[in-house]
């Protein structure tokens, strides 16, 4: 996968990217639907993501090309406005970093991943910790995976409208591999 958005980023824009960023999907061992109820989960990453390939901008802008979806998104990130789709993720996370006081900047990618969607394997978490890593290359912010897993859930939640716990952010953000995360 990372060959594919490497390949299509230089296709695309005409260049070699700067950053090539992934998020892991998950499967939950134990406790399925506890976590949004505060309970007790351990789940762990799998071998399936999703990357992004991407090179910074000095306009505050953010262009993203989904191959999965064949679709190109784009939004500024000094006037964020809801609205419908896949973009929404990225958005959201980009919201809820910037309000707890991340200095973001711009950047264009291409995004694809291998986690099957509405499969239970957290493919939106994925988007949005491959999102905020992305974020945190262009603009050089120190990954705090457990507040940055915070954002993303708070993006889920209240910009995409996903009641959701914070398991599946935490552990795209935050898990090793060979470990189950507790």
Known sequence: MHKLVTKSFQT????QPAFLVRAPGRVNLIGEHTDYNEGFVLPMAIDRAVWIALRPRHD???IVHSLDLDQRGEF?????????GWLEYLKGVAYEL???????????GVMAGDVPRGAGLSSSAAVEMAAA?????????EWDALRIARAGQLAENDWVGVKCGIMDQAVSAAAKA???FF
């Open 178 to 180: 060979g470990h189950a």
């Open 133 to 141: 890593r992305a974020f945190a290359a262009v603009s050089g912010f």
């Open 60 to 62: 505050r802008r953010v």
């Open 12 to 15: 695309i824009f005409d260049d």
């Open 76 to 84: 500024a990130l000094d006037h964020l406005k809801r609205g419908e």
């Open 98 to 108: 910037q309000i707890t006081n991340y200095k973001l900047g711009g950047w264009e």
